[in-house]
Structure formats: C-alpha cells, structure tokens
C-alpha cells in the first residue's frame, strides 16, 4: 500500500474513534466477528483468520473502550 492510501486510512479510523457515537456501533461491528472467530470451531479456520480476527477485535475494543470513556484532554492545567 501506498503511504497516501495508509494516511487516509488512518485519518477516517481517526475521524471515526473522535465521533463517540460513531465509534460505538463501529466498534460493535468490528467485535462481532472477532468473537464469533475465537468462540467457535470452523474447518475453515487458518493463521489468516486468526489475524483477521486479532486486529478487528483489538480494533473493535479500542473504539468502544474509546466511545464509553470519552477524550481526555492533552495535559492538564
């Protein structure tokens, strides 16, 4: 992937994670079958699948570990 593709991906997970009523149900959607892949047995299953399921779980948690805390500012004063 190209270094402009990545930024703009990075911006919209970015956009998304700052919205909090965005990030829950996003973040919902990306749990859902993380779970769903670490609970169950499929034949199917493989280490592609396994990181699949890793990094939109991690992914989920952050959003919706983000959308029920809120931002915390920078630095305190």
């Known amino acids: 992937m190209s270094a402009p593709v990545l930024r703009r991906m990075r911006g919209s997970v970015l956009r998304v994670a700052l919205d909090r009523r965005v990030a829950r149900p996003v973040g919902v959607t990306l749990m859902a079958p993380a779970v769903v892949l670490a609970v ?16 939109l779980g991690a992914t989920g948690a952050a959003l919706l570990a983000v959308a029920l805390s809120g931002r915390r500012p920078d630095w305190v004063e």
Do not use: A, I, M, P
């Open 40 to 55: 169950g047995e499929f034949r199917w299953e493989s280490w592609l699948t396994d990181g699949s399921g890793l990094v």
